[in-house]
Each structure stands twice: as structure tokens, then as C-alpha cells.
């Protein structure tokens, strides 16, 4: 039934070194992909995305990689930092209306 | 701008009783979500509104929930009769249409405590 799927609940990474966030989907007909973050007490944030034509998008130390025929995303983080300690849930959408469907989140503490 | 916002911030309630919550998206925004959040499924989408109009529905879990827009500026998520299995975070966001639609917007979230 959940057509995205976190099975990582948490992770936890030493300062400066690369966390690995991962995400499985069901549906292929998914053709654009969301990672959002979550601080406590906050609403989720948009943090990167990726389109199902592409296999990785960068944006600082946030690269975001698809692999279309595993159906798998990942999110990585290099180096990671304190301040990444959050919630990330995966998400992901067709290319028609606004539904996304988001995964369980994977809790990520950065040990300083 | 002060971003979405949601009250009550926390709401204990026993079962049976109505709970309502409230939410007000950016000024703008012309489109409205409500989430809920559990540990077991995650963030699940509910209902979304357009121009408020409730688009799609088939999120809502049962004939206990309902929501409205009755204004651009104003949407409520009523649970009635409330029951320990909502205890959950929920979720208001809003975008604007046209905007890439991942711009979705959250607000703080309501807690949401059945005993």
C-alpha cells in the first residue's frame, strides 16, 4: 500500500563525514522525486528534487541520485554538519496534479 | 510573510469528542493541503483545495472527517467523533498554482492527542 517506502528509521553519521539517505518507490509511473527535511516542531521544507529524465542533481553538499530501473533514490550529504540533524522524508509525484506521496522519514542525527 | 499557520499548536482531547483545527495559507496561495503525520505511514495527504474547491479527497480515512475553505485565506479539518487512533500530527500547506508544485508550503503542524 505505501508506494514509497523508507525502511531506514534513523541514521546516525559522524561531523564531516557522508550520510546516505535511502528511498524505494512501487509506481513507475512517478516522474519527479522530492527530498523535504524537518526540524522539530517545524512543517517539512523543501530541500532538493529530481526529475525521472535525469539520474542526479547537485545543489551544494545535497547531490540526490535515481535510479529508475531499481526504483530507488538516495539522498547524500557531504560533509555532513550538525544542523543536518532532521527528519527527511522521500516524496515523489506524477507529472499530472499536486498528490505527492511521501515516505515514513529517516531520522538523521550528525554527531559532532 | 508569516508562512502558513495552524492552531491549536496542541489539542488533547478524549475520544468522541469534535476536534476541530484551523489553518491560513500565505496570502496568495490558491492551493491548500492537509497532511497527517504518523510513524507508521509517514506524511499522508488528506484533501487538497484549489481556489477552494476540494479537488481530491480520497485521502480523508473515514466519514468522521471533513474539511472546508469557506475563503481564500481560511480552511478547517474537523474530526467528529475523535477517536485514539487520529492522535497525530496534522499538517496545512499551501502553494501556488503554476509555481513549480513541489513549492508546497507547511505550516507548523498541529499535535493531536486522543486519550
Known amino acids: 500500500d505505501q508506494q514509497v517506502k523508507q525502511n531506514s528509521p534513523s541514521l546516525s553519521v559522524q561531523e564531516g563525514r557522508i550520510s546516505i539517505l535511502n528511498c524505494d518507490y512501487t509506481?513507475?509511473?512517478?516522474?519527479?522525486f522530492l527530498w523535504y527535511k524537518k526540524y522539530p516542531a517545524e512543517g517539512p521544507t523543501f530541500l532538493i528534487s529530481?526529475?525521472?529524465?535525469?539520474d542526479k542533481n547537485e545543489d551544494g553538499r545535497f547531490t540526490v541520485f535515481l535510479n529508475k530501473s531499481a526504483k530507488h533514490l538516495s539522498l547524500h550529504i557531504v560533509p555532513s554538519q550538525p544542523g543536518d540533524s532532521a527528519v527527511y522524508f522521500c516524496?515523489?509525484?506524477?507529472?499530472?496534479?499536486?498528490?505527492?506521496?511521501f515516505g515514513t522519514g529517516t531520522s538523521l542525527t550528525v554527531i559532532p | 510573510d508569516a508562512g502558513v499557520i495552524q492552531s491549536p499548536r496542541h489539542e488533547v482531547t478524549e475520544m468522541g469528542q469534535e476536534v476541530t483545527l484551523r489553518c491560513k495559507p500565505i496570502?496568495?496561495?490558491?492551493?491548500l493541503f492537509w497532511y497527517r503525520q504518523t510513524m507508521m505511514r509517514g506524511l499522508e495527504l488528506l484533501i487538497y483545495f484549489n481556489n477552494n474547491v476540494p479537488i481530491d479527497d480520497s485521502g480523508m480515512p473515514e466519514d468522521r472527517f471533513s474539511a472546508k475553505m469557506p475563503n481564500a485565506s481560511f480552511s478547517t479539518l474537523k474530526i467528529q467523533p475523535s477517536e485514539p487512533r487520529d492522535s497525530a500530527v496534522y499538517f496545512c500547506?499551501?502553494?501556488?498554482?503554476?509555481?513549480?508544485?513541489?513549492?508546497?508550503?507547511f505550516g507548523p503542524g498541529t499535535r493531536l492527542t486522543v486519550t
Open positions: 509506481n513507475s509511473m512517478f516522474d519527479y
Open positions: 516524496a515523489a509525484s506524477g507529472s499530472t496534479g499536486n498528490q505527492f506521496y
Open positions: 500547506a499551501s502553494s501556488l498554482e503554476g509555481l513549480p508544485f513541489y513549492e508546497q508550503y
Open positions: 496570502s496568495g496561495h490558491n492551493s
Open positions: 529530481i526529475s525521472s529524465i535525469k
